[in-house]
């Protein structure tokens, strides 16, 4: 089992920046992989950026050159670096782990987009 516990979100105007946060209960070098994924209003769940325990990262396309993944091994904790933010990134995100065959997720943390 593995629990995970956002932080971060808000509200940002327009082409502002965010920092998420997403902190594991156990070592994040025992998990395979780590995600962000988002949900807005009546959308289905999205990928936005996903990194391997070997470093790999891979983004959606609406999010690439704005948004980066980084994970600190230390801190047993991942992060969603959102720069230029657009009313549309305004969504629900949540943490996600692939573990031991597995996937859990964190409660979501908002975030909202607007002047």
């Not at 948004?67 to 943490?95: G, H, W």
Request: proline fraction near 3%; include cysteine; glycine fraction near 10%.
């Amino acid at each position: 089992q593995v629990q995970l516990v956002e932080s971060g979100g808000g509200l940002v105007q327009p082409g502002g920046s965010l920092r998420l946060s997403c902190t594991t209960s156990r070592s994040i070098r025992s998990i395979y992989a780590m995600a962000w994924y988002r949900q807005a209003p009546g959308n289905q769940r999205e990928l936005v950026a996903a990194i391997t325990r070997g470093g790999s990262s891979n983004y959606a396309d609406s999010v690439k050159g704005r948004f980066t993944i980084s994970r600190d091994n230390a801190k047993n904790t991942v992060y969603l670096q959102m720069n230029s933010l657009k009313p549309e990134d305004t969504a629900v995100y949540y943490c996600n782990a692939d573990f031991s065959g597995s996937s859990h997720w964190g409660q979501g943390t908002q975030v909202t987009v607007s002047s």
